[in-house]
């Protein structure tokens, strides 16, 4: 049957297993590979607990009789076996764990980048890091989102729904609709209707114009007011978005005639 303990030593720290009637002669010999402390310079302080040890609190008992065994000490599981270093040359504080004795090899700023083989010159040759070409998410350009010229109150127009909240703004507005296509491209989902206001809101975070658009057909988002303040006046409820100008496409489109496809004169039906 073994005996579990735990040692502790500057260095070292762990828990073991020793049979009970190991003398202390023997144990300081197994002990000496373990903390790296040599046989000749091992003080054995037993304690009751780690906490004990720890703290330097009071020891249960020295023992230095390296005839006597674990059990002829009254060792019981999980005490602590405190390993002390009376050699008087040794570093105190740990000689394998205090790393500030250590010499360390230092370059400069200069000599570094000068090297072929770093970490520096990798990511540049591989253009990772600072050395990253700026992508579209970090340009500094935005799009300015200036009205057009023929975009004016009465004109008719479309509206291009790229994404959804560039069709639908409503009062609850937070992002910027910033299209970034050079040709804005229409997909059959456009939605018509009038302009009603052109200039500057107060609402959205970003300065430009905003684009106020009574839809034909009740689909919108508002009436022309947004978060209180009445912009334009809609015939009815749902037909008012604002848009970016990016999104408005002025021209000549009519109103819809959604019953027009039922009106057929062909002979075929009567």
């Not at 190991?22 to 040599?38: C, H, P, R």
């Not at 105190?92 to 200069?110: H, N, R």
Request: net charge negative; glycine share 8%; hydrophobic share 30%.
């Amino acid at each position: 049957m073994s005996l579990k303990v735990f040692i502790q030593s500057p260095d070292t720290f762990g828990e073991r297993r020793y049979d009970p009637e190991i003398t202390i002669q023997a144990l300081k010999s197994k002990l000496e590979a373990v903390t790296g402390i040599s046989y000749r310079s091992q003080r054995l302080v037993l304690y009751e607990d780690v906490d004990s040890a720890e703290a330097l609190g009071k020891p249960v008992v020295v023992m230095d009789d390296e005839d006597r065994t674990l059990n002829g000490y009254g060792v019981q599981e999980w005490q602590c076996i405190k390993v002390e270093n009376t050699d008087p040359n040794a570093r105190a504080g740990g000689e394998f764990t205090d790393v500030s004795q250590v010499e360390k090899y230092e370059i400069s700023q200069e000599e570094y980048e000068k090297r072929a083989d770093t970490v520096l010159k990798d990511l540049e040759a591989r253009k990772l890091g600072r050395f990253a070409p700026p992508t579209s998410s970090s340009s500094t350009q935005t799009t300015s989102h200036t009205r057009k010229p023929d975009q004016r109150e009465g004109a008719r127009c479309i509206v291009l729904s790229s994404t959804p909240s560039d069709l639908n703004v409503n009062v609850d507005i937070n992002a910027d609709s910033t299209g970034t296509d050079s040709a804005p491209k229409q997909d059959g989902t456009e939605k018509r209707g009038t302009i009603r206001f052109v200039g500057e809101t107060n609402f959205g975070d970003a300065k430009g114009d905003w684009i106020g658009i009574e839809l034909d057909e009740p689909v919108g988002k508002n009436d022309g007011s947004v978060n209180g303040q009445r912009y334009f006046t809609t015939s009815g409820p749902m037909r008012g978005v604002f848009v970016r100008p990016e999104r408005v496409v002025v021209g000549d489109y009519p109103e819809v005639d959604e019953f027009a496809d039922m009106m057929d004169d062909s002979e075929d039906e009567i």
